[in-house]
């Protein structure tokens, strides 16, 4: 029923930043975003709670990516600092249905993702 679009991944220079869009057609309280390199599963990145704003992060990109809401668009951005090769990975967004959702099989809706390289 929620149709997740991304939008902003490219090709990027180690220690460069870039911000991924998800705009959602409803709002829902958990939207999250995740990413799988090539090879590997997909892993948790960063949720955001509708209406708190509360935030969880993975360790792994803790301090250099902020995820943020604007509720009149329903949308979520992940604005990503101090890339790493290590963050190469297609990235999704995810809704969900309830507030702080870091499952992956507990998110309802998914985007079909949007790709990040970070180069040395």
């Known amino acids: 029923q929620v149709q997740l679009v991304e939008s902003g991944g490219g090709l990027v220079q180690a220690g460069d930043s870039l911000r991924l869009s998800c705009a959602a057609s409803?709002?829902?309280?958990?939207m999250g975003w995740f990413r799988q390199a090539r090879g590997k599963e997909r892993e948790f990145v960063a949720l955001i709670s509708w209406p708190i704003r509360s935030t969880y992060y993975a360790d792994s990109v803790k301090g250099r990516f902020t995820i943020s809401r604007d509720n009149a668009k329903n949308t979520v951005y992940l604005q990503m600092n101090s890339l790493k090769p290590e963050d190469t990975a297609v990235y999704y967004c995810?809704?969900?249905?309830?507030?702080?959702?870091?499952?992956?099989?507990?998110?309802?809706?998914w985007g079909q993702g949007t790709q990040v390289t970070v180069s040395s």
């Open positions: 995810a809704a969900g249905s309830r507030a702080g959702i870091r499952k992956r099989d507990e998110y309802d809706y």
């Open positions: 409803a709002r829902t309280l958990s």
